[in-house]
Every structure is written in C-alpha cells, then in structure tokens.
C-alpha cells in the first residue's frame, strides 16, 4: 500500500475525522478562521511629538509550532503587515529576523523602509522545524551589538521555545535577551505579540515584556481592533516632545563707567578710564599702601600713586576725594585720626607731582568701613588703604 508523506497524511486527517464524528452524531468543529489584516492607519506625529527610538528589530516566528493548518502563522503574518503599515515615517532604523528551525532569514538595519520591512513578515514562508527564539535573540543580538540609543525589539510569536519536539521553557531565551540587552548602549524594550494562548508560550512572552518597565505583552487577538494596534504603536514608537523653549536673553552687563564693575554692584559709579578698581567698582591705590599703625608711603607705592596722577593729569577737569581707612586695630579715636592721616600723605605726594590743590580734598573714616574681615591678617592689610571719590 502506497504510504503519504507525514505532513500529507497529517493534513488529510482532519474531513475524514469530521466525517467520521457526524455518522456518529458528534459536530465537527473547524479550525478558525485566520486574522485578518488590520485597517491600520500610518502614525503621523503632532507638534509636540517625536519618534522615540534610534532602531527597531523585528523578531518574526515561522517554526513548525507556527504551522498554517492552525491558521495562527496567517494570522501573524496579517497582523506583523498590519503593524507595519502603522509604523511612523522617522529618522530610525529597522531589521527583521524571521526564524524556524535551523534557518534564519535576516534583513539587516537600513533606514526605515515600509514596503521593505513588510515583504520581510508578508511575503516570508514557513520555515517550520525548531523554534529557538534564544537563536533568534542572538540573530538580534549579533545585529545590535555595539549600537547606541533607544532599541524596540518586536516579537511575533506563540512563544513556545522547542528543539527537535523537546520543551525548551522560558530561560535560555530569557537569558538570551538579557545578553541582548547588554550589548547596547542604551535602553532596550521589548514587545512581546502572542499568537494563541499556550500557557508556557505566555510565561516566555511576558517574561520578555517584563525584562525593563517599557515592556508590554499582547495577544494576537488583542491586537485585531484597529485602535488597540495604534495604541501599541503609540507605546512603540512616540514619545511626547517639550516645546522648544528658547534659552533667556544673557543678563546685559550695564557699566557706564567702563572699569569692569557691573553698574549694579559699583559702589563708586563714575570712575576715569584707566582707574585702578576693587571689586566694589571704587578707585583705590592698592590693597597694601600702609603698613600696621603707619602712615607713611613706601616707595614700593610710588609707582601706584603715580598712575593716579597720571589718570587726574588725562582728566584736567577732574576732582578727587582722598577716604583714608584703617583696620579694627586700636581704638577709634587713634584710627580717626591715622586714616586722616594716610588721605593727607597721598594728597601731598599728589601735589607733589604736579596735581593742583584744588583738585584735591581729603576725608578720613578710621575704623568704620572695612572691606574685608578684620579677623585675618591678610583681611586687615586690605583695611589699611586709600581709595578716591570722583566729586562732581
């Protein structure tokens, strides 16, 4: 007797069953119906969207568990095509792994394509044999290794991982998708899309959903409703935008006088061009002109006290007040009269170089305007100075 081939035989079982249930008088229930296509519509982004990914991976299942005479490998590739005419037009790349058995077919990233990407899940064949998704996570893995950004990998499958007839269980592709994940500079979210119901094709898919909190798990059924296929897609591929929001105008640095010091924090507005500034903006000698209780000049200063003459001989017009300051040191009648002092000595080497007197006049204020901590020697010696006053 002439035998069919195993696959035939299989297939011819099913009307000679049916058959044999009705003269019996049991109903014969038929296979269902495949998915069809989803009347999906391409995502276009608003305003304040963006695409929210830099690559995609398409993980398509075509193993023997995936077989047409239950209809389930139809219906995936349906809804795989209907997922892709839903994908956005963007600046993002894609590849596709359809896996089965010991054969992979492989479409390597290249910007996204949709007629590319759907002839990849539409046109693809049923490889049948084994369904190793670790392999097939390693495909994916070999294809992203060193890439950089935010990664989606989406998987249509039943999620039943077998080899040669044998239940391989949810670890090995588990562990495969976290060495996946270390591969990529960057975060990684995996789509789990179900066909069926498999118990143990489930605890896979939602154990590679649940690998990062972007993850999500569907069944194909799900999926059927046009608007719960966008919404997945939505979770895929957009994220919300801020609104370009244009950086404040740099503060406008205001200084009239031009000796450095921002209007709003001169002490002393109006100085010459030329004038030797502290950070409060006023007109000073130096910070070291006298020494501790003295108020005699040193001639390391002249060079300093010259300068001041030189910027008053520039400015004829000019007149200057001379404020002399002490430290705390001493009481306050002593530091009265040493600042006077000190305004006196510059004020008569100033006459002395050629500086008219009447555009001089002198003040003293002791103790009472430190510009720096009297508690340190270094914050004394700044005390211990002389600065001018523009007079108007």
Known sequence: MHRLPFRSLRRSFTPLACAFAL?????????????????????????????????????????????????????????????????????????????????????????FDRDTVDSAVIDGELLGGSSDIAAALGEAEALLSDREGATAIVVFSDGVAQRYGRNLGPAGSIAAARQLMGRVDGQVCFYAIQSGSNPEGTALMEGLAGLTPCGEHRYLTDLADAEALRQLQQVVFVEQSLPAVSAPPPPVFVDDDNDGVEDGSDDCPGTPAMANVNERGCWVLDHYTFDTKQYEIRPSQYPALDKVAEVLKMNPELRVRIDGHTDAMGTA???QTLSEQRADAVRDYLEDVGIAADRLETRGFGKSDPVADNETEEGKAINRRCQLTVLR
């Open 23 to 111: 003269t019996g008088g049991v109903a014969c229930v038929s296979p269902p119906p495949p998915i069809e296509m989803v009347d999906a519509e391409e995502i276009t982004l608003q305003e304040n969207e963006a695409i929210r990914i830099d690559q995609a991976v398409i993980l398509f299942d075509a193993s023997g568990s995936m077989e047409q005479r239950s209809y389930r490998f139809e219906s995936t590739q349906n809804m795989a095509s209907s997922f892709v005419t839903g994908m956005p037009e963007g600046e993002y790349e894609t590849a596709v792994v359809t896996f089965g058995g010991d054969e992979s077919e492989i479409v390597e990233f290249e910007p």
């Open 333 to 335: 009648e002593f530091n």
